[in-house]
């Protein structure tokens, strides 16, 4: 275990982004986002929650698969290349972080994105623990430890001191870099503030939430129930819950006209948009419920059909504060849990 | 509220009407959601609160589409959505049985949060019925207060004022919760030279994630199929490209609901980056004010729009009014 003093963060920041980028919580215009890291970034890692989860890190909210250039009667096609440099993520939670091991299950399986791997395979994640946690978080549903989250580095400012445990490869390489301005510390500190952090989280208002009754096995069921035609109504079909996600993963492939040629690009889909998943034969989902109902099973129950039981909600709670409806997973639970007392 | 919700029941008891569209008491102290509500059963989770900030007229237009009247509880600035969304033929004013509710100013939970105000567990002071001047919250980390009006959404401090537009009854008490002037923030945008204007918008627009909230929210955008959706033309895209949001998007939407916006302010409200899209939509209200003479959108439902309407004395274009 290491600590260095807050005021001597900056400093550390600076070592890291001599060697490699490095991204961040930063303030931009009132809003904490992770961006990447420069000596006039408003760095903010008092903020819990970013409005954006880190998952762009990964995955892009749009990115260039490859180009195609129109020469005369030649046509040149240029891949984009992979991510070759290593970066550090620093400051993602505990959430955030099995976002990302949710975005593994999809992505680094067969066939493997291999745009999404090499930045996986290139980025350190240095998590910090929740220091206050609030009331829409929910991660202890999903088994979630924000006081001790695992990644590369684990991290915990306590007081004027941030704490650093390294925990993988990536991470002692990490803390080499740094050690000029890390200093050893023993775990007393860290300990208490673990117990205090759990402490709150038995407190929290959704901590008790029961997730009985949503799995892979009750995919009919939960699919055709009445439920779906009531609680969808308010839904204004905007893509914000699937833009905060740390999960949400579906994305759009399409052509950019550059004039002389074409970018095909990726970006991020929303299920709760009308074109999306749209064929040459039209849309398999006509209507907003159907559209609604899609984001829910697909959390609830087709991810865990799919991945022994995983689900893929974290708890974030930013769809909680975010929709413009106050709709969101939370609610959708609950109304399951009140129809006739039972979840199915 | 209780008057609210007995009349809402004799309402529905006498057939008047055949659904409420409300709002319905959510799972925290400042999360109620637009319902509807068919039985007095149903209506047990009606709530009307400090809370009940989004606009129920936009939700109009589906219910127009069903069979009978619906109950529409309006607060004063959401009647003239209402107006202007009559006079777009979006909603049938038939359909429509509009109660105005009273309206001291909504609030904003990201303002109470931003006073670094967290784990809130319950909110008082926020309910339509007496006159809190402060709000006190409970939270897992103490007793916090914070003033109401600190906590009131940007365009209450700039209240169109406590009349209702369109109602076929009120119930509750209004006040107009103005203190400022709503085209302050236009003016020091336009005091500002080009780079700096350009820096502003660039800084603010380059944290849209074009999640469309502003659009879907808003009821001067009711196109049933918008040009952004439409797969028919290149305008067709989700990608967040950075360059696209800063001069596109926001820009075409602005110069779409000109003449037509209420400044009703949803587009602020909701949007999850806390973009300032309204100022927009005010620089367009103030120099259609400026060319064309003072017009609000939605004060009535008869008056020819500028925007739409020709006459000898319009102002050519080039000419400063």
Redesign the interface.
Known sequence: MYKIAKANLPALFRLIAENQELYLPVN????V?FAAWTEDAQVDLDK?KT??SPKDVFFP??ENLYSCVKDGKKISIEPEALKEQNFVVFGMKACDIRGVEVLDKVFLAEPVDSFYKARRDHGTIVAMACH?????CFCKVFGIDCADPAADVAAWMIGDELFWKPITEKGEALTKLAESLLENADEAKVEAEKTAIRS?VE???YSDLSLEGWNGDVLMDKFNSPVWEELY??C?????C???CPTCQCY?I?D??TGHGIQR?R????CM???FT?MAHGNNRTSQMQRFRQRFMHKLVYFPANNGGMYSCVGCGRC?E?C????NI??VV?AFQKQGGSNS | MQELISRIKALLADKTVDRVLGWKAGDMPYNPEPAYFETEEDLKDFVYDGFCGANLSKYMIEASKLEGKTLVCLKPCDTYSFNQLIKEHRVDREKAYIIGVGCKGKLDIDKIKAQGIKGIKSISGAEIDGAADTLKIDTMYGEKTCSYADAMLERCHVCKGKEHMIYDEIIGESKDTADGNRFDEVAKIEAMSPEEKFAFFQKELSKCIRCNACRNVCPACSCRKCVFDSNKFDSAQKANVVSFEEKMFHIIRAFHVAGRCTDCGECSRVCPQGIPLHLFNRKFIKDINAFYGDYQAGADVDAKAPLTNFTFDDIEPGERG
């Not at chain 1, 970006?267 to 929303?270: A, F, G, H, K, V």
Request: hydrophobic fraction near 30%.
């Open positions: 931009t215009a009132d809003q986002n819990l409005v954006k909210q749009s206050e946690p609030e009331e829409s709150i407190q929290l208002p109504k308010p204004l079909a905007c893509g914000t699937t833009f905060v759009d399409k950019y006209d690009y970006c991020w889909d929303s948009y009308s074109d749209m909680v975010k413009p409806a106050s709709l939370v609610k609950k």
